[in-house]
Each structure stands twice: as C-alpha cells, then as structure tokens.
C-alpha cells in the first residue's frame, strides 16, 4: 500500500521517500518490504484417497473414527479433513428450535390414535408392560398387558377393552 502510494504520488510529480512515507503513516519500513513465505499447505494423494473413499462410503465418520479404521495417525487425517474442508461439525449444545405442535383434531373415529406404554415391576412376575391406545375422536381406549416371567406357562399377552 505505502509503495503504490509512492508511486502515485511520483506519478503526479511529488518525490517523498519510502523513509517520510512511513513515518506519517507509522509504518515499520520492514513491513513495507515483507513478502509472506509461507505457501498454500499441501496434501499427499496416498493419504486423501483412503480418507475420501471412507468419508463417501460414511459420511457421519469423524477424524477419529476414519484414522482408526485406516489405521493412520488421527493428527494426519484431521489435517486432511481440515485442508480439504471435510471437516465435520459437532452439534451445538443447547435450546435448539423444536418444531411447533400444531393441534391435531380427529373428525371421525378411528382416524387418530395415541398410544403409551410403561413399565411396572410386579415382584415375582418381574416386569409387566401396560400399553395403552386411545381413539382421539371417542375417547375410547384399549389396556394391553404383556407380561415378561421367568416361567413360561405363566407368561401372556391381552388386550383388554373397558
């Protein structure tokens, strides 16, 4: 910048040296000469071509889970994903917004259900489950009972209507 200026202003005829320049603008002089060595990093092909053919044929894989099934080092291959923009993202923690509940009517019977199930531990039969099923539109429900014992001829499943 400080250079094309001083060539600007050679141009309509004012000669200020580089020395002037700098000091108005309190600029190093080195910094007016510096040139960045630093390249573009580079990536060997033996090491993108497994880690591609993995992350195409997995794409939830992160640097970890692809470095130890290619038994590469995980540094080497979360260099590549990086340089290569493969890195993956971890979700955020926190509120995420959820999707708004809309009510839902039933207009006829047997157009909307809504179910729920539990667990009940019931001492020597071990655990019962309870499934219940309501029609949205009558109100109607069903109980079903399953029950897990150890002994086989006392275990069943029912479906009781009230």
């Not at 200026?5 to 600029?27: I, N």
Request: proline share 6%; with cysteine.
């Amino acid at each position: 910048m400080i250079l094309e200026l001083q060539q600007t202003l050679r141009d309509e005829g004012l000669v200020v040296s580089l020395v002037k320049l700098c000091h108005w603008f309190g600029v190093a002089r080195r910094t007016v000469y510096y040139k960045p060595t630093k390249g573009e990093p580079k990536v060997q092909a033996k090491f993108v071509e497994p880690i591609k053919a993995m992350i195409e044929e997995n794409p939830s894989f992160g640097y970890r889970t692809v470095a130890y099934l290619l038994d590469m080092n995980k540094n080497t291959v979360q260099r590549v994903f990086q340089i290569m923009g493969w890195q993956v993202r971890k979700r955020p923690v926190g509120f995420r917004p959820r999707i708004q509940a809309l009510p839902s009517v039933a207009t006829a019977p047997n157009e909307r259900w809504a179910t729920d199930m539990c667990r009940v531990w019931c001492g020597r039969d071990n655990w019962v489950a309870l499934a219940l099923v309501i029609d949205c539109y009558t109100g109607s429900y069903w109980v079903g009972i399953s029950a897990a014992v150890a002994d086989p001829r006392r275990r069943g499943r029912c479906w009781t209507r009230p």
